[in-house]
């Protein structure tokens, strides 16, 4: 299996990092304006519902809503990248986190999917955005699905990392593994790129990766890949203990 450790990550990224602050401003300006748009759009649609149009001009204007809430959430993802604030920091329990993930497996992957966790008794609290760090595993889970379209396994693991001679800190280490496609070497070159994504049109932003990483740098974390095309893959984040997140 291929592996990247968070050096090389690091300079690889770099650019990826440079694009995803490059959104700050554009995505903050937008957003307002975008969602009244939005808003206007759909609140159109559900009028001309409510005056009882015929059933193909229904699904017209179910098609329409459907789409606005596609497009609400694109600015909702795009602000996450752009966001420069550190969220809601707070003592979370990590353990109870997953748990409650894999509680919620089928409404979150199908019934297809398993979420299979495994957490060390030692793990301590970690102070961090519970929403954020949620919001990672979830990407990572659905990357995962879709990367076993017959179904399966997902193992999620969550253990404590001491401090060692090259890294001074205590860290959480999560990690998602399944044993899926894999990615090809430039796939992995490529998939912190906002935009970039490898589903068919229509079926992906290409920002999940992006925020993963961006989630990732405000709590001053690192990631770890290890892919094999054919043979699966497994993300692991990295979250210091006790540390105030980056902006």
Known sequence: MTSSD????????????????AL????????????NLLAAISGSATLIELSEPSPEIIRHL?????????????MQQMLALSSRTDGLMEK???????????????????????ISVFTTEDLPLLT????????????????SRDAMPAGGTIFITAHLLAPSAARLDRQ??????????????????????????????????GLAMAIVLRVLQRHRGTIQIQTELGNGS???CLFPLDQPAAE
């Open 24 to 35: 700050n401003g554009p995505a903050g300006h937008l957003a307002h304006d975008f969602n």
């Open 62 to 74: 179910r098609n329409i809503q459907i789409a606005t809430r596609r497009a609400a959430g694109l």
């Open 128 to 143: 961090a955005d519970r929403a954020q760090v949620r919001q990672v595993v979830v990407a990572l889970l659905e990357n």
């Open 92 to 114: 979370i329990d990590v353990a109870a986190l997953l748990k409650e993930l894999a509680h919620d497996s089928s409404k979150l992957l199908g019934t297809s999917h398993l």
């Open 172 to 205: 959480i280490a999560i990690s998602v593994k399944d044993a899926g496609t894999g990615m090809r070497p430039e796939v992995r070159a490529q998939i912190f790129q906002p935009f970039f994504s490898t589903k068919p049109k229509g079926k992906g932003t």
């Open 234 to 236: 497994q993300v692991t």
């Open 6 to 21: 968070p050096a090389d990550l690091a300079n690889h990224d770099a650019h990826a990092a440079a694009q995803i602050a």
